[in-house]
């Protein structure tokens, strides 16, 4: 049986909310008045990919759009452009859940970087073909692999300090069904 029971599940919403308004402070908090020469990884992605591949349960794709949505208004990007990144992002792994289980973490590492890869491309032509202001080269290309080195660390402490942990095949939820 799996320890997912609905309040558990509930526990676990709550928490990543309180993760994402952690990560807003923190991104928020005035650190240095110069302009920065390096970008914090996208922890939120992190997390999200590494819930979503590990307990999809725990962060439904509406709380997923409307934790990025609220984060695209705080930190002024073009809103709903990342929320739906993401939300594709999410999607797709969610997808691939069955698959990714079986697999070692290096490939699961491998194939979470080409989505995250993708969504970081994918802002950057959007951001260009509508003439939207967008960061240097150097510094988008800085924060991807900020963010691809952040992800075993984001897994790391989700397992071993949160306890979320990927569905062992045959797996039942609080109801008896399969996962």
Known sequence: MSDAS???KWAYRLLFVLLVVF???VRLIPLQTTPAVWAMPDLLICIVFAWVLRRPDYVPILLIAG???????LFLRPPGLMAALVVLGAEFLRARIHTVRELP???EWGMVAGVITGIMIANRIVLILVMSPRPPLGLSLFQL???LAAYPLVVAFSRYALGIRKFSPGETDALGHRI
């Open 6 to 8: 609905p309040s558990s």
């Open 23 to 25: 990560i807003i402070f």
């Open 67 to 73: 934790v990025v949505l609220t984060l695209d208004f």
């Open 105 to 107: 973490f290096s490939l």
């Open 145 to 147: 692999f900020a963010t």
